[in-house]
């Protein structure tokens, strides 16, 4: 079947370009690829072409982007879209938060219109942070998925979403019931999952707010569909792992629980994991199971301060989250700037190249896309972002004199935000540019 975009002509996009190999904190040799004035191609949707020396096919519709970098699009593993407007809510942890701010907020979503505004704002202002992917919360309403799919099907985005599942602990207007949660999630599913960029997670919002019957249909769900993913919250909070343990009795963790109702393995991905055992940390990397990292999060709610030396030695699959609105902005450069500073808390120096290796082809790793995004390569997607270097005059100064590729980058986590991102591209579509 021909498409709009195959009759286009082929973008060449001029500039400096990096992107990442293998992880630079498991590799002796170089884990990127640089090229200091290179071109991307990009047919179809695709990467086709990129390098110093490629051919230019005559038809290319050329933008020279000059010294401004070229990266795999940013990814945001962990973000609740319903959560957007209540950014910067003061002054609770988790529990509170929630009861005080959330709930009310996500019992708005059974209005489809509502939900479609929030999500179409939200889309657009991902995209204008350089954000071409996210693993992303709903609201237990259908509606509330629906909008969203649609939403991100109109900008041809690859986004991973799902239908809370909450049936207890929780006011009645965002609550389900475990059939209907069940029935529902199956439905959203066969509408969704694995259509166009689309897919699917199940979304148990975390141990507290299902019973154990909605857990287990939760798991039995994640075992019967192919590529479906999981997504809830884990060991985040000090009073939350108290009252899990009061939930839970028969299980030794937090963690464990979801390891009871078949809830753990490839493409299941946690946020948080702030409080692991040691036997934790095992079990997530045994099965596989990823832990989304979200620092703005953790620090704006006072939730604690996340191991990722340890995590990461003992090789669990690690991304990057957002975490809306517990977390305090969308921009990757605020959510690595939160990883450096957590990490120097706890006595590491997290490198600028693996902060930015986290955000791209690291957290798609832990998605379990990164045949598909993450990477500048000839057959992936063309999901990629347009950074200026030099967005500002404290970036400027502070990049005088020389500059190697790590001053550049770290520049840019510590000092930079959307102002930074020049352009966006979305399956080789320019869906955002920065006024000049
Ligand atoms: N745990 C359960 N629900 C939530 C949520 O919406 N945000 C965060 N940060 N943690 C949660
Ligand atoms: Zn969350």
């Known amino acids: 079947m021909s498409t709009l975009k195959d009759s286009l ?26 090229f200091e004035s290179g071109v991307v191609l990009i047919e179809g949707g695709y990467i086709s072409a ?46 509170e938060w929630l009861k005080k701010y959330t709930f009310p907020e996500e019992s708005r979503f059974s209005d489809k219109k509502f939900a479609t505004s929030v999500s179409s704002f939200f889309l657009d202002e991902l995209v204008k942070n350089g954000v071409t992917t996210a693993s992303v919360f709903c609201t237990s309403h259908p509606n509330s998925v629906d909008a969203f799919f649609e939403e991100s099907s109109k900008r041809d985005l690859r986004m991973i979403a799902g239908k809370v599942l909450m049936d207890r602990n929780a006011p009645e207007g965002v609550c389900d019931t475990a059939q209907a949660g069940y029935n529902h999630s199956k439905e959203l599913i066969e509408k969704w999952h694995q259509i166009g960029r689309n897919l699917y997670a199940i979304t148990p919002r975390f141990a507290p707010t299902s019973s154990p019957e909605q857990l287990e249909m939760a798991g039995q769900l994640y075992s019967e569909v192919d590529n479906v993913y999981v997504q809830s919250h884990v060991s985040e909070n000090v009073a939350e792992i108290e009252w ?54 953790n620090l704006f709610m006072g939730s604690g301060l996340f191991e990722l030396k340890k995590m990461y030695d003992a090789k669990v699959s690690i991304a990057l989250g957002s975490d809306i609105a517990g977390g305090t902005s969308l921009s990757p450069f605020s959510v690595m700037k939160g ?57 400027k100064n502070r990049l005088q004199g020389a500059q190697n590729l790590e001053d550049l980058l770290f520049a840019q986590i510590i000092l930079a935000d959307e102002r930074s991102i020049a352009a966006t591209y979305c399956n080789g579509n320019m869906l955002y540019q920065r006024n000049l």
């Open 9 to 34: 002509a082929p973008l060449a996009l001029k500039g400096r370009i990096l992107s990442f190999d293998r992880d630079p904190g498991r590799s002796e040799d170089n884990s990127y690829t640089y």
């Open 50 to 95: 990129v390098g110093e020396n490629i051919r230019i096919p005559e038809e290319a519709q050329i933008t020279d982007y000059g010294d401004y970098l070229i990266c795999p699009g940013f990814i945001d593993a962990h973000v609740h879209y319903p959560q957007i407007n209540i950014i910067a809510s003061y002054g609770e942890q988790l529990l």
């Open 244 to 297: 899990v343990k009061k939930l839970f009795p028969e299980a030794k963790t937090y963690l464990e629980v979801y390891q009871n109702f078949n809830l753990l393995g490839p493409r299941s991905l946690y946020g948080h994991g702030i409080y692991f055992s040691d036997e934790d940390i095992e079990l997530v990397s045994s099965t596989g199971t990823g832990i989304v990292h979200c620092p703005t999060s």
């Open 339 to 395: 990883a450096y500073e957590i990490a120097q808390l706890k006595g590491f120096s997290l490198s600028p190249l693996q902060a930015f290796y986290m955000a791209t082809l690291g957290s798609s790793k832990t998605l379990h896309l990164d045949d598909k995004i993450g990477k500048l390569v000839p057959g992936y997607e063309a999901d990629l972002v347009v950074i200026d270097l030099e967005s500002t005059p404290i970036i």
